[in-house]
């Protein structure tokens, strides 16, 4: 547990739930109205409105770009998106390594490999320059090792699209539709970060004890990859899977609700209204329409109303996973990556919320509270 200045200890909630444990520009959550915000800017009004380029410059710059420096900054990262020989030919035993634990945990392998400083060993501006080689590698990674596991060669990236477009012709190996494109591009924009959620504190963390951008960002996809956290997309799309039909779903979900189990894609830890993310989702995935999205919506309105009545003023509603999993299983996306590409985005969150914390020399050393056995007692005799 964290202290006072004269040492006194400070109790604190469990999980540290609403504690704040520094000072960030990088934005917030403001849970209670539903909104939260990069920078200045509500994250929504950015997703709907700017791309995702657009969008990483605000997080690393604290400013959006003029025409001319949004130019060059797609250049700039469009041209990161190679892997250096020795990563690219690790790839294929990195594939084989993970066949079972897919392509997140084979991503903590090769940003291992990228080969950077400790961030307290080097200047702001190389710092910033680590981040972006970093950010710019992750989807090439993530393509790549999913593609060989299923023994397809990689797709090179290219330096002509953009980077949602490149990512899905990475993934797939022909380019998609703009309409899909736009989706995909929306979604990864309203992921790109979101408050002191796990990854992002466990990233920080490990920032502040002054390693590497990789090592900060392996711990973070680590924490990602927890089904509480990031893993919960396709686990949502299951739910819908699982209920079959319209006229199975008030059975299926009060059977679940009464037994204790969690309903994944509702709830939030933040959220005590609609999750903005989920709303703007859901109005993606109803314009491309079809029997997956009406039965979604159906799902979303019924199981609303069972935990109203089984969990009244708990103001459960559905988080981002609920229409994230609908809308990338639209344009195409395979479920095994929903949480990479989930990832894809986050990385840009995560790589800005480091450099923030590159910047403090304070390392961050919480306490514990100790309820084993009485000390000190005597060591037995072998």
């Known amino acids: 547990?964290?202290?006072?200045?004269?040492?006194?200890?400070?109790?604190?909630?469990?999980?540290?739930?609403?504690?704040?444990?520094?000072?960030?520009?990088?934005?917030?959550?403001?849970?209670?109205?539903?909104?939260?915000?990069?920078?200045?800017?509500?994250?929504?009004?950015?997703?709907q409105t700017r791309s995702f380029e657009?969008?990483?410059?605000?997080?690393?710059?604290?400013?959006?770009?003029?025409?001319?420096?949004?130019?060059?900054?797609?250049?700039?990262?469009?041209?990161?998106?190679?892997?250096?020989?020795?990563?690219?030919?690790?790839?294929?035993?990195?594939?084989?390594?993970?066949?079972?634990?897919?392509?997140?945990?084979?991503?903590r392998t090769a940003l291992s490999l990228l080969g950077f400083r400790p961030v307290y060993d080097i200047d702001g501006d190389r710092r910033r320059g680590d981040a972006l080689a970093a950010c710019a590698a992750v989807p090439t990674v993530l393509t790549a090792l999913y593609r060989l596991g299923r023994g397809l060669e990689p797709v090179e990236p290219r330096d002509d699209l953009p980077y949602a477009a490149n990512y899905l012709y990475m993934l797939t190996g022909s380019e998609a539709d703009p309409a899909r494109v736009r989706a995909v591009e929306q979604y990864l924009i309203s992921t790109v970060d979101h408050g002191f959620n796990a990854s992002t504190f466990t990233g920080r963390v490990v920032a502040s004890t002054g390693a590497d951008i990789a090592a900060c960002l392996v711990a973070s996809v680590g924490a990602l990859s927890g089904p509480l956290h990031g893993g919960a997309p396709s686990r949502a799309l299951d739910t819908l899977d699982a209920i079959g039909t319209p006229?199975?779903?008030?059975?299926?979900?009060?059977?679940?609700v009464l037994a204790g189990e969690r309903i994944m894609g509702f709830g939030h830890p933040v959220y005590r209204t609609e999750d903005p993310r989920s709303r703007m989702l859901r109005g993606i995935a109803q314009s491309f329409g079809g029997p997956l999205?009406?039965?979604?919506?159906?799902?979303?309105?019924?199981?609303?109303?069972?935990?109203?009545?089984?969990?009244?003023?708990?103001?459960?509603?559905?988080?981002?996973?609920?229409?994230?999993g609908v809308v990338m299983e639209l344009c195409?996306?395979?479920?095994?990556?929903?949480?990479?590409?989930?990832?894809?985005?986050?990385?840009?969150?995560?790589?800005?919320?480091?450099?923030?914390?590159?910047?403090?020399?304070?390392?961050?050393?919480?306490?514990?509270?100790?309820?084993?056995?009485?000390?000190?007692?005597?060591v037995p005799a072998p």
């Open 1 to 47: 547990m964290p202290t006072l200045t004269s040492g006194t200890p400070l109790e604190v909630p469990r999980g540290l739930a609403g504690v704040v444990v520094t000072d960030t520009a990088l934005g917030d959550v403001r849970g209670r109205e539903g909104f939260y915000h990069y920078r200045q800017y509500s994250a929504i009004d950015l997703a």
């Open 54 to 107: 657009d969008v990483w410059y605000l997080m690393f710059r604290g400013e959006l770009p003029g025409p001319a420096a949004r130019a060059d900054f797609a250049a700039r990262t469009a041209a990161l998106r190679r892997l250096p020989p020795e990563v690219r030919d690790a790839l294929p035993a990195i594939a084989r390594a993970g066949a079972v634990s897919g392509p997140l945990a084979g991503l």
């Open 247 to 256: 006229d199975r779903i008030d059975g299926w979900i009060r059977g679940r």
């Open 293 to 324: 999205v009406d039965f979604a919506v159906e799902v979303e309105r019924r199981v609303e109303a069972i935990l109203a009545e089984l969990k009244p003023g708990r103001e459960l509603h559905t988080n981002v996973e609920f229409y994230a």
């Open 332 to 378: 195409g996306l395979p479920r095994e990556m929903f949480t990479p590409t989930f990832c894809a985005a986050r990385v840009v969150g995560w790589s800005a919320n480091i450099l923030e914390q590159a910047d403090d020399s304070k390392i961050i050393r919480p306490a514990a509270r100790y309820v084993g056995p009485p000390t000190p007692q005597p």
